[in-house]
């Protein structure tokens, strides 16, 4: 039961109960729904970012698995201050290191929900800008 | 039948499981307590013998080899289909057979459908239906600007309100097209009781037969369905496979969707015409070894005894809707309270552990179920929920299985709870 | 390479034939002399172990289940779809999944043709195509009033009279539908030729694969075509399984045909949305034993190596062009003169005897070939011809099948000179 | 080779090289085309039948395998004199009398063309009159 217990350890279940960053901006650069729809998970990423890129400020709801839901608290705790270039080169090694564990493929869909749906808002944001 | 049951008469699931070698492997080095047999079954031992038997033997093109490998084959895939037919309490000359239950599906609604359907007409269908038996309906009904209507289901239980029915017929809906059993709910509609409504108003019963054939009895003819599908792979065949029983003046009066070879009569440069029968909708090279292997599952299941799989079924969901309160107090269960109102399965939600959550913590016991929205979106929605866990059962499914899953279900709340 | 060739380093077709158990049975008493691998190739052992341990332990619904068993499915499903790509030339990524060719071919027709043909535009095949490669082309034509148009065959051979080309392409056409190898010619199209040509005017490419690719190299990206389809169970798969290459650009832009479940984004009542990608065409629950077997095929024909094969079978049906006019003196050989312009097959009629009772005398020392239609009449009715004899080789033909196919002509020629 | 030779024996042969009753009538009651599209076989049955339903005279024509056209011309040698409801009720076992041998499932169809379309002539005749 150690990978569970891994998983599901102290530190990622309190992400869970209690997310940082949750709720929404004042006047967000961008705001983007991210879905999974093969499990329902949702989670609303919103940034503020200046005019050299960078991420000045972040917020970010949601609803579904603990794994999506805290895996996209940790995420928002590490973007104030990292450039928007630096965000889009993310990908699973960056999240296993956010959670300290190897998700597996069964649930990495949830685990990365954060992180696209980050990279998904910046997308858009430079498409506006 | 006593290979397979206790003395009493009763499956004993211990003895069927020796025809099922994939429940004594251990995936990732934890024991398999296999729970999402409504996903796909698994295959008994039987099945893969005759597919391989089939293919080391007998392989041939169907319905076209002037010699004696293509006649074996020939006789061999025709002999399924009549088995399978037999098994389903339908004549063998009205069974289309197709490669799922989402192909028989869509060839009702794009053959009778928009033969069938124009301006302002009304299809009915439940809130509950599997995407196959719903997107489908949702294109044609746009194509031809026909109108779909929807079966409610309870907000809380999403149990189906089959008598909200009376009134929707006054609408005359042209077909009602319904899950016999639901993949999420386990849920059994009342065919005998609705199909004569239904008909009274003109209407057609289209049944989406996926979960049924397989954990209860179903003669077909018996129903009232006008159409009936199902797939291979939920009864113990391979994942290709399935059909459609429809009467044969409405199959008479459908155009094929699909068209090539082997279904057609003469065809010119510029036009064609096509067969007759069941063999209009089989376009293509017949999947002779699939079949085989489908009527080995149906052989086996009456082996079984389609009667006793489902009081064992029975049995066991009465367990799961029992003991699953104990275990993880705060679950909404969905469905009928009652597990005879069942089949085969039990889907439940909890706002301490999410589903996905769930499934995994569950798959360290070797407890296989599933989490999502079954691919019944609009149910879960009308239901407030984004995801469900399912457990669903099958002859093989024993209490140790059930053990594992709730002694999985108490971890989660342990872990959850924290 | 060297369990299935000779020292030099060709295919050696009694080593070979090691690996097809069926080859060895009697069916109705008589040794096998399979020549009809066109019609369904055998399948060699290592496709019917894969099955066999695919069921007996990796076996679970792909895509789905978050559990140990459901990744393992998914995994070796989507390996298999990779497999598969590799040995075509594509990305996986663009390669998608059906049951069979007649599927794939129907929704180039019914999904781009629809997209993208209106009144007046000009779909050009040949008069030789496979039924699944022209009726579908039939049917979307007339449904939105284009025009069907066709490269001519020449009256005596029947081969396809590429050199109309230039001249139809004066019309140009929105797409040409072509087969890579003639089911009935055994010529091969010269695509590396006419995809620029075709490409020129503006038109896309799209081929019909089936007899190509399990009897000679195929790269398919090389070929020049924008579709290519192709059929498991002539690769030595399952009869289900085949797919579909398309570019991506044309992927994205094509309505799913069919819909229902795992081909879904997000789904209510009224409207759904699709899925990206090859998923958007894959509706309902993955043949993941099927593509395994698929996968296992490409691999073994890998194995013997792809030139090899092609090598072997044009050695046999050099001495099929050889031998055939002494053994049956009036048969008249459609397509190419010369082997090395064939891929796997050669046809014949004699007004001597009839394709049907050929095929009948040959069956009574064992030899299985195809005499029929098959599946290309209007290709018949061109050369007036309302049947013909087909032989097909593959990697497993011996010099002793083809010994057993001249007596067996010579028997033919003896009864009906009586 | 008993089972071929017997298929292909000097009789049927026969009825092949020289088929009885072929061409055509003057002014059939009924005349109707026989078609087995998978094989290309064509057999066309022109039968007079007299008022009482008893068949008078008969014809045919058509192209194909030896068995097709062997069927064909040894059932136009029973038709004359016999009642048009007798004929509905035939099957394989008369024809299999007829040639004198069972022909196997793989070219019955062939076999029995002669007598399937003589039964759709009678069927046509009957909806005429
Ligand atoms: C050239 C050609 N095209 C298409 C097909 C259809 O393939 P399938 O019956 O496997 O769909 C075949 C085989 O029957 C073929 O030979
Ligand atoms: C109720 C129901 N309908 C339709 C389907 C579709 O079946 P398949 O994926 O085999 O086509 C399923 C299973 O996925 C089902 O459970």
């Known amino acids: 039961m150690g990978g569970v217990d891994d998983l599901y350890r102290e530190q990622i279940l309190e992400h869970h109960r209690a997310p940082h960053n949750f709720g929404a901006l004042e006047q967000p650069s961008v705001s983007i729904d991210g879905r999974n729809p093969s499990c329902g998970d949702l989670v609303t990423m919103q940034l503020k970012l200046d005019d050299a890129g960078v991420i000045t400020d972040v917020a970010f709801s949601g609803r579904g698995c603990a794994i999506s839901q805290a895996s996209a608290s940790l995420l928002t705790d590490e973007l104030r201050g990292k450039r928007a270039d630096e965000i889009t080169e993310l990908g699973t090694p960056y999240v296993t290191e956010l959670l300290g564990i190897e998700v597996g493929p069964a649930r990495i869909h949830c685990a990365l929900l954060g992180l696209e749906t980050t990279q998904k808002a910046i997308a858009t944001w430079r498409n506006k800008s | ?418």
């Open chain 2, 1 to 418: 039948m006593t290979a397979w049951h206790t003395p009493a008469g009763q499956l004993d699931p211990a003895k069927v499981r020796a025809a099922y070698p994939i429940l004594a492997t251990k995936p990732g080095g934890r024991p398999l307590h296999y729970l999402d047999s409504a996903a796909t079954a698994q295959r008994p031992k039987p099945v893969i013998d005759a597919v391989s038997e089939f293919l080391l033997t007998g392989n041939a093109n169907p319905h076209r080899g002037a010699y004696t490998l293509g006649s074996m084959a020939t006789d061999a895939y025709e002999a399924a289909r009549t088995r399978t037919a037999t098994f389903l309490g339908v004549p063998a000359t009205e069974l289309v057979m197709l490669g799922s239950a989402t192909e028989a599906l869509n060839l009702v609604a794009r053959s009778w459908g928009k033969g069938n359907l124009s301006r302002g007409d009304v299809v009915l269908v439940t809130e509950a239906e599997h995407h196959a038996n719903l997107i489908p309906w949702q294109q044609v009904t746009r194509e031809v600007d026909a109108d779909l209507e929807f079966i409610p289901v309870d907000d809380v239980t999403g149990e189906i309100l089959w008598d909200r029915l009376d009134g929707l017929l006054k609408l005359r809906p042209k077909i009602v097209a319904i899950g016999h059993v639901s993949n999420v709910l386990g849920s059994i509609a009342p065919l005998a009781q609705i199909a004569p409504q239904i008909h009274s108003v003109g209407g057609l019963l289209a049944v989406d037969g996926c979960q049924a054939v397989a954990n209860m009895p179903v003669n077909i003819l018996g129903t009232g369905a006008d159409f009936y599908a199902f797939s291979a792979h939920k009864m113990g065949g391979l994942f290709s496979g399935g059909g459609l029983w429809a009467r044969a003046n409405l199959l008479e009066a459908m155009a094929p969707i699909e068209t090539g070879g082997d279904m057609i009569r003469e065809v010119r440069l510029r036009d064609a015409t096509f067969a007759e029968g069941t063999q209009r909708f089989e376009a293509g090279t017949p999947d002779a070894s699939g079949t085989v292997a489908l009527a080995a599952a149906c052989e086996f299941l009456d082996e079984l005894g389609r009667q006793q799989i489902h009081d064992h079924e029975v049995r066991m969901l009465e367990r799961v809707l029992r003991e699953l309160p104990e275990a993880l107090p705060d679950a909404r269960i969905l469905g009928p309270k009652n597990a005879k109102d069942r089949a085969g399965l039990v889907s439940f939600s909890s706002d301490l552990v999410h589903a996905h959550d769930l499934a995994t913590i569950l798959d360290r016991r070797g407890v296989a179920i599933r989490a999502g929205h079954h691919c019944a979106m609009p149910l879960h929605e009308q239901l407030e929920l984004s995801a469900t866990a399912r457990v669903s059962v099958a002859p093989y499914t024993t209490d140790e299985d059930l053990d594992a899953l709730f002694e999985g279900l108490r971890d989660a709340r342990k872990i959850f709870e924290r």
